[in-house]
DNA sequence: TAATAACGAATAATAGTTATCTATTTATAT
DNA sequence: ATATAAATAGATAACTATTATTCGTTATTA
């Protein structure tokens, strides 16, 4: 699975670094879609002298030869997921976690979309918002 | 039309000024879902003095009374519409404007998702991307 | 019309993200 | 292995959208 990532680092031009492989790895390892401060954080430990702009320019990388995708939950920042399938995203408002929705079938929604407007299609989010389950059993704040 | 604005305002607690109204007109006016430079900017040459933290303070009470919802359709600022029923939008990649999608059922979607979550469901957004009829006759930036 | 609570404008502050600069590191060909 | 050229990482400054603060002004209510 690194090789996959260092295969098409270099195809695409791009040099293979160790911060990149351990930014990609923290993303693929994880299910919370974090954001640039929590892979900065995370990777302190271990790379103490990293900075957070390298953990922006890794993931525009990362986002341009398609590893990763860029989510925008209506937060105040971005968040990456390195599940680039499409699938939609539902968000807790009480605690913000934002959790994967999966086997729920998109294509006749997108298709009537594509059937009704005049736009050639290229892509698509889609963000649900709630209360988890964990949440619903505390007191609403 | 601005009866209803200055009674709810009114009604939740909120006095009713000259500048509430008119960025609330801009927006029931519009179908380009203006950011809040964007409504400053339009307002600039009926309200000159009006400063941009005033157009914030006022969609943030707009939203919060329900005349507003919010967008955030991957870009780097915030977008307002004053059409708060439940419609898809969509976002041209050319040359950025953002366009409401009616006329599709959403709800069989919404209701496979609340299905398959174990969250409370309470909103949703959902967000196309793509090329407009304009930018699709032009040359590909 | 007076009292009071909220407001608008100006400004400063904050936070997320991006740009710049330079020493260092990677990739490639010897 | 090693030298070289190109790209990168880290530090820092800059930028932009948004929010907080302050104070004179205005809308509401009686």
Tied chains: 1, 2.
Excluded: W
């Amino acid at each position: 699975m690194e090789n996959r990532v260092t295969a098409l680092l270099r195809e695409k031009g791009f040099k293979v670094t160790p911060q990149r492989l351990a930014i990609y790895k923290v993303l693929a390892n994880s299910k919370a879609h974090p954001s640039a401060e929590n892979i900065f954080q995370q990777l302190q430990p271990y790379y103490p002298t990293m900075s957070l702009a390298t953990v922006y320019k890794t993931v525009e990388i990362l986002k341009e030869i398609g590893l990763i995708q860029v989510l925008n939950a209506g937060e105040d920042s971005f968040r990456y997921d390195a599940d680039t399938s499409m699938h939609p995203h539902i968000r807790c408002l009480q605690c913000g976690r934002v959790d994967d929705l999966h086997d729920i079938d998109i294509n006749t929604f997108i298709g009537q979309v594509a059937e009704k407007t005049p736009y050639r299609l290229t892509g698509q989010q889609f963000y649900f918002y709630g209360c988890c389950p964990v949440c619903q059993g505390k007191p609403a704040n």
